[in-house]
C-alpha cells in the first residue's frame, strides 16, 4: 500500500479532518486524523492491517501490544494476520497499565502497534510496560506517523502513512488557528 492509497482511505472515510485541534499530546493542529471513522468498515481494518503486517511480518514477533483506545482495533488485525497473541495497555490511575491478567514473559518477542503517533507518549508508555516485564519490544508500527520519520522511539518504526503536520503549542498559535474554535476529537 502506497502513502497515498492510505491517505485516500482516510479521505474517503472522512476521517482526514481540517480545523482546529487539540491532540492528546497538548498540541494544537490544523489537521486530524479520526481513525475511528476509518476503522469502523471491517475490509478498511483488513486492508490497512494486512498492510502493516506485511511491514513487519519478518520481525518475529509473538505478541502484539496495543495502547487504548486508538490502537485497539488495528493491533488486533495486526496480530490476526499475522496469526500472533493479542493484548493492550490500558488507562489506570492518569497512565497506562497492563490489565485483565496479561502477562509478558522474559525475552517475549513483542511488537507495539498505534494507529496514529505525533509525539509518541501512549507508544512509550507501552514499551516501557513491555521493558518493565523483561520483554524485547522488537518494533512499532503505526497507521499515521504525524512526525514524518522524525520521531525516535528507540526501536524500528512502520508506518503506512508518514506525514509532516504542523502542530503549535497553545501559546504560539498562528493568527489564523487562534479565530478558530479548538475541538478536542480524540481519546483522552
Known amino acids: 500500500m502506497t502513502s497515498?492509497?492510505?491517505?485516500?482511505?482516510?479521505?474517503?472515510?472522512?476521517?482526514?479532518?481540517?480545523?482546529?485541534?487539540?491532540?492528546?499530546?497538548?498540541?494544537?493542529?490544523?489537521?486530524?486524523?479520526?481513525?475511528?471513522?476509518?476503522?469502523?468498515?471491517?475490509?478498511?481494518?483488513?486492508?490497512?492491517?494486512?498492510?502493516?503486517?506485511a511491514k513487519v511480518r519478518g520481525l518475529g514477533a509473538v505478541t502484539v501490544i496495543a495502547p487504548a483506545m486508538g490502537g485497539l482495533v488495528i493491533g488486533q488485525e495486526v496480530a490476526r494476520q499475522l496469526g500472533l497473541r493479542f493484548i493492550f495497555a490500558e488507562k489506570e490511575d492518569g497512565g497506562l497499565a497492563l490489565r485483565r491478567g496479561f502477562?509478558?514473559?522474559?525475552?517475549?518477542?513483542?511488537?507495539?502497534?498505534?494507529?496514529?503517533?505525533?509525539?509518541?507518549?501512549r507508544v512509550q508508555e507501552t514499551i516501557e510496560i513491555v521493558r518493565a516485564r523483561q520483554g524485547r519490544v522488537l518494533g512499532v508500527a503505526m497507521i499515521v506517523d504525524r512526525s514524518n520519520g522524525t520521531l525516535n522511539l528507540g526501536v524500528p518504526a512502520f508506518s503506512l502513512l508518514s506525514m509532516q503536520v504542523e502542530a503549535f503549542s497553545a501559546d504560539q498559535l498562528p493568527p489564523d488557528l487562534a479565530k478558530i474554535p479548538a475541538e478536542k476529537p480524540g481519546s483522552k
Open 4 to 53: 497515498e492509497e492510505a491517505l485516500q482511505i482516510f479521505r474517503q472515510a472522512g476521517a482526514l479532518l481540517e480545523g482546529h485541534f487539540i491532540l492528546r499530546s497538548g498540541l494544537h493542529s490544523r489537521q486530524f486524523f479520526q481513525c475511528a471513522l476509518a476503522l469502523q468498515e471491517m475490509p478498511v481494518v483488513e486492508r490497512l492491517g494486512g498492510a502493516l503486517a
Open 103 to 121: 502477562k509478558i514473559a522474559r525475552d517475549e518477542r513483542v511488537l507495539v502497534v498505534e494507529d496514529v503517533v505525533t509525539k509518541g507518549g
